[in-house]
Antibody, heavy 113, light 106 residues
Framework: EVQLVESGGGLVQPGRSLKLSCVAS????????MNWIRQAPGKGLEWVAY????????YYAETVKGRFTISRDNAKNTLYLQMTSLRSEDTALYYC??????WGQGASVTVSS | EIVLTQSPTTMAASPGEKVTITCRAS?????MHWFQQKSGTSPKPWIY???KLASGVPDRFSGSGSGTSYSLTISSMEAEDAATYYC?????????FGGGTKLELK
């Protein structure tokens, strides 16, 4: 069974940093491109970032470019999202996803003083 | 950036009724993908590559379209279909989602 389990969310002050992790199981993680998608409270879905299977290709939404960094460790079957200079508008549930086939349960990030 | 506009934003359908949700793109895209999300749960991949049903999706669902206009159709509404549906394009970065269509049971 494919599983994606996010962790690392929490309450953080504006301007601070936070790092999310997503541990994958049930499939060969190193064969798949992975994504982070977020959903602000009561709002729709927003694609945040993509990383290819071997980390050669990385893309970001304009809203996070320069502040967020997606990375992966294929030896540990783990996807990461390093978030810096956080803003209140980054408050959301952050999903790790093998986009067209499997999503995690989400990690909640709240940016507030 | 390709903007996806879904319509309607909300709708209610009776059991057995045919339902169509549309997704219009500001520029042509090669494929459209759809997700179903129920309250308090993660989105589920529902239709991919415009018309292919994800595993476990009932065959009363179908997808169609090309270019800038795509649709998700339910041939006969059932109670379990009440959810919010989102379209997604991956033809060009940044990938973008539609704003969602909330489908309720009448």
């Amino acid at each position: 069974e494919v599983q994606l389990v996010e962790s690392g969310g929490g309450l953080v002050q504006p301007g601070r940093s936070l790092k999310l992790s997503c541990v994958a199981s049930g499939f060969t993680f190193s064969n798949y491109g992975m994504n982070w998608i977020r959903q602000a409270p009561g709002k729709g879905l927003e694609w945040v970032a993509y990383i290819s299977s071997g980390s050669s290709y990385i893309y970001y939404a304009e809203t996070v470019k320069g502040r967020f960094t997606i990375s992966r460790d294929n030896a540990k079957n783990t996807l990461y999202l390093q978030m810096t200079s956080l803003r209140s508008e980054d408050t959301a549930l952050y999903y790790c996803a093998r986009l067209l086939s499997a999503w995690g349960q989400g990690a909640s990030v709240t940016v507030s003083s | 950036e390709i903007v996806l506009t879904q319509s309607p934003t909300t709708m209610a359908a009776s059991p057995g009724e045919k339902v169509t949700i549309t997704c219009r793109a500001s520029s042509s895209v090669s494929y459209m993908h759809w997700f179903q999300q129920k309250s308090g749960t993660s989105p589920k991949p529902w239709i991919y590559d415009t018309s292919k049903l994800a595993s476990g999706v009932p065959d009363r669902f179908s997808g169609s379209g090309s270019g800038t206009s795509y649709s998700l159709t339910i041939s006969s509404m059932e109670a379990e279909d009440a959810a919010t549906y989102y379209c997604l394009q991956r033809s060009s970065y940044p990938w973008t989602f539609g704003g969602g269509t909330k489908l309720e049971l009448k």
